[in-house]
């Protein structure tokens, strides 16, 4: 697979087979990945790996607590309060475009709720990634975090595997530091969920837009 068919085929499911991915084939991922680039080599990133049983406990766990009502407060802020457009609207619009594919109508509060609750069941993939970091780290660090999540999620393509980047999981700090033995001193910042996609799910067919070059960069002293 060419990069460019890796980053082109790469998109957010939300709706994974239940088809299992062997530990074999993760390990390989993140053998290659663990590549990425950062800023002094630092290799800033922990990860932990869920399959089976220890996943379940956890999406068990954490369902239960979303049937009562519970929640935690998040590690940090996700987005910015005061979003400001270009981006806010970006982000409504991607939003909008889900629920409509998915048929939940814009004042539909509890169907929003379940969808996003689906988040803490990885969306069905039979494996989930923590993605964990120690609070020491500024935000340089969190630039490397990226681009070694990037790069399991370009080589989950090459495998035939499908992703879905997790912030959500940033809801449970508490729950997934004490499920993950995760000590003080480390944060979990996202989770990701991995397997093969859902065919047949609609919420998969769901194309995210990108802006016009024109809208982000400049290009200074080409002639052409
Ligand atoms: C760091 C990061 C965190 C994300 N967190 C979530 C999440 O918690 N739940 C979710 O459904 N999608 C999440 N996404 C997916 C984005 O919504 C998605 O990347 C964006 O809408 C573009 O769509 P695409 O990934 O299909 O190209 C996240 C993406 C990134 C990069």
């Not at 975090?145 to 912030?167: D, S, W, Y």
Request: hydrophobic letters at 40%; one cysteine or more.
């Amino acid at each position: 697979m060419q990069v460019e068919e890796a980053i082109r085929s790469r998109k957010s499911v939300r709706q994974f087979s239940s088809k299992p991915v062997d530990g074999q084939t993760v390990r390989d991922i993140l053998e290659i990945a663990k590549w990425a680039a950062s800023g002094g080599n630092l290799q800033p990133w922990k990860v932990k790996v869920l399959t089976g049983e220890p996943l379940s406990d956890l999406v068990r766990n954490v369902q239960g607590k979303l049937a009562k009502g519970q929640m935690e407060s998040p590690e940090y802020n996700v987005y910015p309060p005061e979003l400001k457009d270009p981006y806010r609207t970006r982000r409504r619009v991607v939003g909008q475009a889900l629920y409509d594919l998915i048929g939940v109508p814009r004042e539909d509060t509890p169907g929003k709720f379940r969808q996003l609750a689906k988040n803490f069941e990885f969306f069905g993939a039979p494996v989930g990634l923590f993605f964990v970091m120690d609070r020491q780290m500024e935000i340089g660090q969190y630039v490397d975090l990226g681009i070694f999540v990037q790069n399991i999620m370009l080589m989950a393509r090459e495998k035939g595997l499908h992703t879905c980047p997790q912030e959500a999981w940033a809801q449970w700090p508490k729950t997934t530091a004490e499920f993950l033995n995760v000590p003080d001193d480390e944060m979990v910042f996202c989770g990701m969920a991995l397997g093969y996609m859902d065919e047949e799910a609609i919420i998969n067919n769901l194309q995210s837009e990108r802006a016009y070059l024109e809208e982000f960069v400049e290009f200074h002293g080409f002639s052409d």
